[in-house]
């Protein structure tokens, strides 16, 4: 131990240098990593707000309200392959479809449970072979009763139904090559032109990607194509454009291109 105290007395002051020297080197450190300091004023003050600015009244006159352009609009679906004449008079919405000639034909699910209804009840009351035969006899009758509701809906068309097609702005109109909307209803390209409220009018147009079975398997939104479209209308376009359907084609390709246009008006 006494070693030790003389050893640190003998060389107090070179150790005392050395601890000078490395509060030096410590100091010099701090003092140069300091970043030279800035005032920035604001770049705005009250004083300038009264010179160089005009506050401005708002009254009804400055206040621009947009109007619709598309109040004329026709709240209809259309199809632009449609190569069917364009008038603005005596035209009719849809083509001859199975829903035109409903109340003439039953469906082939209606017909068969029909015949499956009258076969349990004759089983029920009585196997005799004359109620057989009245069983085969009814069966022969529905499935003729189908056959002849397949060629009403070929050869049925309205009366009032001139062949013609709208000519001017609709609501939905669609481009898929040789495809129709599901069982030919319209209905079946949804339209979802009055969904966004107020002061929301303007033109989205959706481009859509369909399998063979008629489903939209994509939608997408294109900008270049589309007018005044807000947040809503594109969120709504896409939606209820995924939600659209078309007819079964084996002979079109596995994703087939095509383009929903809708117009939405404001309620």
């Avoid at 209803?185 to 969904?195: A, E, L």
Wanted: with cysteine; net charge positive.
């Amino acid at each position: 131990m006494n070693n030790f105290l003389n050893l640190i007395d003998r060389y107090k002051f070179g150790i005392l240098a050395v601890f000078m020297l490395y509060i030096g080197i410590f100091m010099y450190l701090q003092i140069s990593s300091f970043e030279k300091s800035y005032f920035i004023d604001r770049w705005f003050s009250k004083d300038m707000i009264d010179k160089n600015e005009v506050m401005i009244e708002l009254k009804p006159e400055n206040i621009e309200i947009l109007t619709s352009s598309t109040s004329s609009v026709k709240n209809i679906i259309r199809d632009q392959n449609d190569k069917r004449e364009k008038s603005t008079k005596e035209w009719s919405e849809t083509k001859p479809s199975a829903q035109s000639v409903k109340e003439v034909t039953r469906s082939d699910k209606e017909i068969e449970q029909s015949i499956k209804e009258l076969e349990k009840q004759f089983f029920s009351e009585t196997g005799e072979a004359e109620k057989r035969k009245k069983i085969i006899d009814e069966k022969n009758n529905q499935l003729k009763q189908k056959s002849d509701s397949k060629n009403i809906q070929k050869l049925t068309k309205p009366s009032t139904e001139p062949d013609k097609v709208f000519k001017g702005n609709v609501m939905v109109d669609w481009s898929l090559i040789n495809r129709n909307p599901h069982q030919n209803d319209p209905n079946n390209i949804k339209n979802p032109g009055y969904t966004c409220g107020d002061r929301t009018s303007g033109l989205v147009t959706i481009k859509i990607k369909v399998d063979q079975s008629g489903k939209v398997i994509d939608a997408k939104y294109v900008s270049s194509a589309s007018n005044s479209a807000s947040p809503c209308m594109i969120e709504q376009a896409k939606k209820y454009a995924n939600s659209s359907r078309f007819n079964y084609s084996n002979t079109a390709p596995a994703q087939q291109d095509g383009m929903i246009r809708y117009t939405f008006v404001s309620q």
